[in-house]
């Protein structure tokens, strides 16, 4: 996925997987991983510029969805104002 979006600013991994990958970060494994070591040597070159983060906040799914529901009732409310004028 980092190579169809050319993620450059970055991949973030995140949720339940990430406990299980610690160990492996730790070891410097998961960026060997990343770099696609074997089969694929063409690539290196591009997910070297890609910055890799491990995300370790459990609440990262709940503070999104408030980030999503906010914006949600911000434009709800914009909308109400909108077609209040109008009348």
Do not use: H, W
């Amino acid at each position: 996925m980092a190579l169809r979006a050319l993620a450059y600013g970055g991949v973030y991994v995140a949720g339940g997987i990430v406990p299980r990958l610690l160990n492996r970060v730790a070891r410097g494994g998961l960026r060997d991983a990343f770099l696609m070591p074997k089969g694929r040597e063409r690539f290196r070159e591009i997910l070297g510029a890609v910055p890799l983060y491990i995300v370790t906040n459990t609440s990262v799914g709940l503070i999104g969805s408030r980030q999503v529901a906010l914006g949600l009732l911000k434009e709800e409310e914009e909308g109400a104002r909108r077609a209040a004028a109008v009348v």
